[in-house]
C-alpha cells in the first residue's frame, strides 16, 4: 500500500504563503489525492483534491481563491500552494490518496483509504 509523508508545515504570520508537499512510497499516477485539514477541537475537513491527471481540481469554499493543489506525478508528489493565510487556515494538514474515489466523494475523509501523518500549519494574527 501507498505511504504518504507530508512535509512544508510551520508558523507563519497572516497574510503570508507556506507550500505543502506529500511524498508517496511509489507512483502516484494511479490515484486521485486530496488534502484535508483538522483545526484544534474540530473534525477533519476537506481542503482540496485533485484527479490522477491533475486535469481536474475542487476546493473548499473557505480556500478558494487562496490555496492551489498540484502534482507531479514524475517525482511522486502532491503539493499545496497556500497563500492568504489567515488565523482559521490553523490546522494539521493531511494528504490522502485512493484508486478509486469518485469525483463526487472527493470531499469525503471516507473515500480516501490511505492517508499520512499530518504536518502542523500555525498562522498568527
Known amino acids: 500500500q501507498v505511504q504518504l509523508v507530508e512535509s512544508g508545515g510551520g508558523l507563519v504570520q497572516a497574510g503570508g504563503s507556506l507550500r505543502l508537499s506529500c511524498a508517496a512510497s511509489e507512483r502516484t499516477s494511479p490515484y486521485n489525492m486530496g488534502w484535508f485539514r483538522r483545526a484544534p477541537g474540530e473534525e477533519r475537513e476537506f481542503v482540496a483534491a485533485i484527479s490522477w491527471s491533475g486535469g481536474t481540481t475542487n476546493y473548499a469554499d473557505s480556500v478558494k481563491g487562496r490555496f492551489t493543489i498540484s502534482r507531479d506525478n514524475a517525482k511522486n508528489t502532491l503539493y499545496l500552494q497556500m497563500n492568504s493565510l489567515k488565523p482559521e487556515d490553523t490546522a494539521i494538514y493531511y494528504c490522502?490518496?485512493?484508486?478509486?474515489?469518485?469525483?463526487?466523494?472527493?470531499?469525503?475523509?471516507?473515500?480516501?483509504?490511505?492517508w499520512g501523518q499530518g504536518t502542523q500549519v500555525t498562522v498568527s494574527s
Open positions: 490522502a490518496a485512493d484508486r478509486s474515489v469518485r469525483p463526487t466523494e472527493w470531499g469525503k475523509k471516507s473515500g480516501y483509504a490511505y
